[in-house]
């Protein structure tokens, strides 16, 4: 913000602001996913059950995917939102 701060131009600083409220809102929407699947990943390891360890990765990955998509999506979809 500093350097940008520095180019005196009040939108370049408002675009990274507004850039900056973005990604850490994304990052708090979302970093639920890790602490839930190492979660369930040590649940299932306790339970020395391999398949149920796959299987929480597995729903993970997937999880994760699915909002990589429809983030994708909209960021192609609808750029000037």
């Known amino acids: 913000l500093f350097w940008v701060g520095k180019m005196g131009n009040a939108l370049a600083v408002a675009g990274q602001s507004?850039?900056?409220?973005m990604f850490n809102s994304c990052f708090f929407l979302l970093s639920y996913l890790p602490s839930v699947t190492a979660t369930l990943v040590?649940?299932?390891?306790?339970?020395e059950s391999e398949e149920g360890v796959q299987d929480?990765?597995?729903?993970?990955?997937?999880?994760?995917?699915?909002?990589?998509?429809?983030?994708?999506?909209?960021?192609?979809l609808l750029p000037d939102v």
């Open 18 to 21: 507004a850039a900056n409220q």
């Open 42 to 47: 040590s649940k299932e390891h306790a339970k």
């Open 56 to 76: 929480a990765v597995c729903q993970a990955l997937f999880v994760g995917s699915i909002i990589a998509l429809i983030g994708t999506g909209m960021i192609y």
